[in-house]
C-alpha cells in the first residue's frame, strides 16, 4: 500500500506537470496582474493545480510510511515520463545525455531502495 501511494503521488505529480506546460503554452501570461490571474485560472493551469494540491495530499501519506530519505530520492523516476511526456506531446527532444542522466538517476534510485 506505502508504494501505491508513492506511485500515486508520482502520477500526479507528472500529470500536473503535463496540465501546467500545456497551459502555459496556451496563455499570454504577461507581467501584469489580470493576465496572470488569467492564467491561473484558465483550465489546464488550474488542473494543474489541483493535481499538484492531490499530489501533496497522497504525499503526505507517503511519508508517514516510508522513510523520507528513501521516499524523496523515488521521486526522481518521474523525470523519466517527464522526459517521454515532453517528446510525444510537446516535440522536446531526446538526447544522449538525458538518457544517459535518466539511467544513472534510475540506478540511484534502485541503491536507496535497497
Not at 49 to 61: D, E, H, K, N, P
Amino acid at each position: 500500500m506505502k508504494y501505491f501511494l508513492l506511485i500515486l503521488t508520482m502520477i500526479f505529480s507528472v500529470m500536473a506537470q503535463f496540465f501546467l506546460k500545456k497551459g502555459i503554452d496556451l496563455s499570454n501570461l504577461s507581467t501584469s496582474f489580470t493576465s496572470l490571474l488569467k492564467t491561473i485560472f484558465s483550465p489546464f493551469i488550474f488542473i494543474g493545480f489541483i493535481l499538484y494540491g492531490l499530489s501533496a495530499v497522497t504525499w503526505l501519506f507517503v511519508i508517514k510510511k516510508i522513510p523520507l530519505s528513501t521516499a524523496y530520492p523515488s521521486l526522481a523516476l518521474t523525470y523519466i515520463a517527464i522526459l517521454i511526456i515532453g517528446y510525444l506531446f510537446f516535440n522536446e527532444q531526446i538526447t544522449t545525455l538525458k538518457i544517459i542522466g535518466i539511467i544513472l538517476i534510475s540506478f540511484g534510485v534502485i541503491l536507496i531502495n535497497k
